[in-house]
T-cell receptor
Framework: LAKTTQPISMDSYEGQEVNITCSHN???????ITWYQQFPSQGPRFIIQ???TKVTNEVASLFIPADRKSSTLSLPRVSLSDTAVYYC?????FGSGTRLSIRP | EAQVTQNPRYLITVTGKKLTVTCSQN?????MSWYRQDPGLGLRQIYY???????DKGDVPEGYKVSRKEKRNFPLILESPSPNQTSLYFC?????????????????FGPGTRLTVL
């Protein structure tokens, strides 16, 4: 199964755009890429999913290049409430996640 | 309200004392799963179930048992808990149409159970 690699942590400021990149070199042809958000002491929550190119919803955008070996989650104009751990998944395997801290 | 519930939310127990953590979902999902979350290790899958009476091991099944007698319930059983099973546990469910977990299926997570084994 494809393993994912993400930065351990990132910091940003309110109102900025945040991009978190995930590497998944061994992704299979029929695999989708899914991102989850997790707040302390809560279960992960689905954010967005995509297969290729770009997907956008009311919360985030997901960019996937043609080779699909990486993906980038983009959070526009973050706020303090976006402070959380973000997980990139290929199939059902969770990585260690990226701890995003947003400052005023 | 569509949800996954777990009980208890917090549990402190002693080594060797059998315990069960319950998980229930009201979304008629076929797929259910248990994860444990430890600092620095992310979420690791313990067991999963594709449907009633169908269960299989995940990445870290040692020391755990599960059963799936009904579609909505998927209890996690620790027959003889040990301190290394102290962790935060999450149950999750997912719709599963057409057999096998489709990898587009979103997983819905419960609120978590924090277990401490002394």
């Amino acid at each position: 199964l494809a393993k994912t690699t993400q930065p351990i942590s990132m910091d940003s400021y309110e109102g900025q755009e945040v991009n978190i990149t995930c590497s998944h070199n061994n992704i299979a042809t029929n695999d989708y890429i899914t991102w989850y958000q997790q707040f302390p002491s809560q279960g992960p929550r689905f954010i967005i999913q995509g297969y290729k190119t770009k997907v956008t919803n009311e919360v985030a955008s997901l960019f996937i290049p043609a080779d699909r070996k990486s993906s980038t989650l983009s959070l526009p104009r973050v706020s303090l409430s976006d402070t959380a751990v973000y997980y990139c998944l290929v199939r059902i395997i969770f990585g260690s996640g990226t701890r995003l801290s947003i400052r005023p | 309200e569509a949800q996954v519930t777990q009980n208890p939310r917090y549990l402190i127990t002693v080594t060797g004392k059998k315990l069960t953590v319950t998980c229930s979902q009201n979304m008629n999902h076929e797929y259910m799963s248990w994860y444990r979350q430890d600092p620095g290790l992310g979420l690791r899958q313990i067991y999963y179930s594709m449907n009633v009476e169908v269960t299989d091991k995940g990445d870290v099944p040692e020391g755990y048992k599960v059963s799936r007698k009904e579609k909505r319930n998927f209890p996690l059983i620790l027959e003889s808990p040990s301190p290394n099973q102290t962790s935060l546990y999450f149950c999750a469910s997912s719709p599963n149409s057409g057999g096998g977990l489709k990898f587009t299926d979103t997983q819905y997570f419960g609120p978590g159970t924090r277990l401490t084994v002394l």
